[in-house]
């Protein structure tokens, strides 16, 4: 008998879940709401219809399913055999025709959340690889979905926006992406500021850095090197322009 409740009791991973949850949710939405002559059109990524981000969302969900079978099995999977291989399915993917397409994203964020669901409790700290080759507890796999689902639900230029994606989420984001710019030396002498908060980050402890402020959406969206809602600030004067963010992924 399948259990039908996660097997996690940890109240922290299942909120993690939830908000994996609820992103799955949110781009399925924008996804139906799309038809199959707009899926066509054209995503904001570059080289990307919402075809590719369809395709793209539907493989990730196979492969972090992957990985939730080797923190199962102990059995290593990985998440795709090689990185022409990730490349080579989304453009197969984006070829299928639009039911095949929306059966993609569905079956597999079904499978996913199965994996996740009956995963048992002490097999969430299983050590498995991310695509990058960092070796992380299976229960990081909920934050990888989760910033896939949320991030491209925007994508899908369909009317969603970064203010669409919760706070918390919003936040982890931001904390991911300028410690991969801290990891490879891009945030010297940039400091991000999210306005009517405390939070600051980037380099901090730059003297006169350019600073970056916003609303975290706004902030998030401009890290992530999709918008230009900030206010950037040189030797105190604005900038007309904020420069572009460093690259992150
Ligand atoms: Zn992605």
């Given at each position: 008998m399948v259990a039908r409740h996660d097997q996690t009791k940890d109240p922290r991973l299942q909120e993690q879940l939830l908000q994996a949850r609820r992103g799955t949710a949110f781009f399925a939405r924008k996804l139906n709401e799309l038809t199959d002559a707009e899926l066509d059109g054209g995503s904001l990524?570059?080289?990307?219809?919402r075809r590719h981000i369809v395709a793209h969302v539907g493989y990730n969900a196979r492969a972090i399913a992957r990985l939730i079978e080797w923190a199962a099995t102990g059995v290593e999977t990985p998440m795709y055999s090689s990185p022409e291989a990730r490349n080579h399915e989304i453009e197969f993917g984006a070829t299928l025709s639009p039911i095949a397409l929306r059966h993609l994203f569905d079956h597999s964020a079904v499978h996913l959340n199965v994996e996740w669901r009956d995963?048992?409790?002490?097999?969430?700290?299983h050590k498995v690889k991310t695509v990058q080759g960092r070796t992380v507890p299976a229960e990081e796999t909920v934050w990888m979905r989760t910033r896939e689902v949320w991030m491209h639900a925007v994508d899908?230029?369909?009317?969603?926006?970064?203010?669409?994606?919760p706070a918390p989420v919003l936040e982890r984001l931001l904390t991911d992406i300028t410690g991969a710019w801290h990891t490879r030396g891009m945030d010297q002498g940039l400091l991000v500021k999210v306005t009517g908060t405390d939070l600051a980050f980037g380099?901090?402890?730059?003297?006169?850095p350019t600073v970056i402020s916003g609303p975290l959406a706004a902030v998030v969206e401009w890290a992530a090197g999709r918008g230009s809602g900030v206010t950037a600030v040189r030797k105190s004067a604005a900038l007309h322009d904020a420069p572009a963010a460093p690259k992150w992924i």
């Open positions: 990524l570059p080289g990307w219809t995963l048992p409790a002490d097999a969430w700290h899908l230029d369909n009317g969603a926006t970064f203010n669409d994606i380099d901090t402890r730059a003297a006169n």
